[in-house]
T-cell receptor, first 113, second 113 residues
Framework: DQQVKQNSPSLSVQEGRISILNCDYTNSMFDYFLWYKKYPAEGPTFLISISSIKDKNEDGRFTVFLNKSAKHLSLHIVPSQPGDSAVYFCAASDQGGADGLTFGKGTHLIIQP | KAGVTQTPRYLIKTRGQQVTLSCSPISGHRSVSWYQQTPGQGLQFLFEYFSETQRNKGNFPGRFSGRQFSNSRSEMNVSTLELGDSALYLC????????????FGSGTRLTVV
C-alpha cells in the first residue's frame, strides 16, 4: 500500500513557465515532507521541506504548499529552467523517523526550450 | 566539503553469495541511512544508524544488515543474495533532523546474476 503517491509519472513544461508537481499521502502520522530532485546516475538531492505546522515554504524559485486536510502537497518551480529537467521525488516522515523517509515513485519533469 | 561517498559504484554478484557495501558520510554527520531503489518498488528505507546504534529499521528480511563505526562510516551487508536484490543502494547522511534533509551518495548498483 503506497503511503506517498505521485500520480503523474511525467510532466512536460515550457521553459520560463511554472512547473507544478503534486503529491498525495495517506498516513496522517506524517509530520515532515520533503522534495528531492534526481539526475541519472546521481543520488537524490534535497530541495525543500515543510513541517505539518506550516502550509507554505519558499526557497528561491521553489515553493512547497501543504494542504493537511486534503493530505496533499505540491512543489511549484517558477520560472522553470532547462536544468530543472530531472525526476522529482516527494518524501514524508513521522516525527520520530521510525520508518525513515517514505518516498513516492517520482515524477519526471521535462523542461521544453 | 566532500559529499557522501559510496563504494563500490558497481557490483556484480552471483545468487547465494554475500555482499558488503560501504558508505562514508559527510564529516560531522552522525546519522547514516540506507535505501534500496528498484524500478518496481521505488525508494525504500532499509535502516538508520546514529552514533553506532541502529535507530530504525525498515521492512526488509534479516539477510539485510548494517553497522556503523566510531568514525560514522557505515557498511551494509546482504547475505544469501537473491535475484530480486538487484537494485541501486543509496546511503544518506544527516545531522539528525529530518527537515534539513538527508544528503545522498551516488549509490552502489548491485546486479545479482
Amino acid at each position: 500500500d503506497q503511503q506517498v503517491k505521485q500520480n503523474s509519472p511525467s510532466l512536460s513544461v515550457q521553459e520560463g513557465r511554472i512547473s507544478i508537481l503534486n503529491c498525495d499521502y495517506t498516513n496522517s502520522m506524517f509530520d515532515y515532507f520533503l522534495w528531492y530532485k534526481k539526475y541519472p546516475a546521481e543520488g537524490p538531492t534535497f530541495l525543500i521541506s515543510i513541517s505539518s505546522i506550516k502550509d507554505k515554504n519558499e526557497d528561491g524559485r521553489f515553493t512547497v504548499f501543504l494542504n493537511k486536510s486534503a493530505k496533499h502537497l505540491s512543489l511549484h518551480i517558477v520560472p522553470s529552467q532547462p536544468g530543472d529537467s530531472a525526476v522529482y521525488f516527494c518524501a514524508a516522515s513521522d516525527q520520530g523517523g521510525a520508518d525513515g523517509l517514505t518516498f513516492g515513485k517520482g515524477t519526471h519533469l521535462i523542461i521544453q526550450p | 566539503k566532500a559529499g557522501v561517498t559510496q563504494t563500490p559504484r558497481y557490483l556484480i554478484k552471483t545468487r547465494g553469495q554475500q555482499v558488503t557495501l560501504s558508505c562514508s558520510p559527510i564529516s560531522g554527520h552522525r546519522s547514516v541511512s540506507w535505501y534500496q531503489q528498484t524500478p518496481g518498488q521505488g525508494l525504500q528505507f532499509l535502516f538508520e544508524y546514529f552514533s553506532e546504534t541502529q535507530r530504525n529499521k525498515g521492512n526488509f528480511p534479516g539477510r539485510f544488515s548494517g553497522r556503523q563505526f566510531s568514525n560514522s562510516r557505515s557498511e551494509m551487508n546482504v547475505s544469501t543474495l537473491e535475484l530480486g536484490d538487484s537494485a541501486l543502494y543509496l546511503c544518506a547522511s544527516s545531522l539528525g533532523t529530518v527537515l534539513v534533509g538527508y544528503t545522498f551518495g551516488s549509490g552502489t548498483r548491485l546486479t545479482v546474476v
